[in-house]
């Protein structure tokens, strides 16, 4: 099973970003999918998370700014950023909860993608 991430890049503060994470692979089902950030000097920290039933997440920082969504046909999460603040800057993971073909249930990550909030 493979996460790819896309969508990080340069935004101005106050601005948007819409990132995305494709999961492909031996892939019978997807339960939880979730977004962490991990910035300069501080430990990954989740961001938000949806659960199998659409049920949303957010850690407290990204309430009411970012929202989490999923498509379950095209094994995508995503995650919508809107008044982006420098401090939002950080590598952007995604982590998926996957059952492969073999029944066998595991958690896996992305490679990151960056996401830099500055003027």
Not at 68 to 96: F, G, H, W
């Amino acid at each position: 099973v493979t996460l790819v991430e896309s969508g990080g890049g340069l935004v101005q503060p106050g601005g948007s970003l819409r990132l995305s994470c494709v999961a492909s692979g031996s892939i019978a089902s997807i339960d939880t999918m979730s977004w962490y950030r991990q910035g300069p000097g501080v430990q990954r920290e989740l961001v938000a998370l949806i659960t199998g039933s659409n049920t949303a997440n957010y850690e407290d920082s990204s309430k009411g700014r970012f929202t989490i969504s999923r498509d379950n046909a095209k094994n995508t999460v995503y995650l919508q950023m809107n008044s982006l603040k420098p401090e939002d800057t950080a590598v952007y993971y995604c982590n998926a909860v996957v059952k492969n073909g073999l029944g066998i249930t595991g958690s896996y990550w992305g490679q990151g993608t960056q996401v830099t909030v500055s003027s």
